[in-house]
């Protein structure tokens, strides 16, 4: 079993920066959690589930969607099981639900949090 929850989201000015948090668990996390990557995905209203950041067990490998690069850094601390994003220079069009996700693919997930909502007030 794998739980993942997501914590920290909010509602933010344009221009301003916000972290977001999730916490995983579950005997299945912890069998493959050193060969899972850890991420973010998000779903803005009308649109469909688009991958964002997502990170390594190690830390040594990130991958970011363009639209977030340079503006949002992924992080995590095994010790927590527990991965970060730092969204910074936020826009109306990060404005989403944001959902931590894990699996042995970066871009592909196969387990879901229940999603934090992250609201960009221009």
């Known amino acids: 079993q794998v739980q993942l929850v997501d914590t920290g989201g909010g509602l933010v000015q344009a221009g301003g920066s916000l972290k977001i948090s999730c916490a995983a668990s579950?005997?299945?996390?912890?069998?493959?959690?050193?060969?899972?990557?850890l991420g973010w995905f998000r779903q803005a209203p009308g649109k469909e589930r688009e991958f964002v950041a997502a990170i390594s067990w190690s830390g040594s490998i990130t991958h970011y969607a363009d639209s977030v690069k340079g503006r949002f850094t992924i992080s995590r601390d095994n010790a927590k099981n527990t991965v970060y994003l730092q969204m910074n220079s936020l826009n109306s069009d990060d404005t989403a639900v944001y959902y931590c996700?894990?699996?042995?693919?970066?871009?592909?997930?196969?387990?879901w949090g229940q999603g934090t909502q992250v609201t960009v007030s221009s």
């Open positions: 996700a894990t699996g042995p693919v970066a871009t592909i997930a196969g387990y």
């Open positions: 579950g005997d299945t996390f912890r069998t493959y959690r050193m060969r899972w990557f």
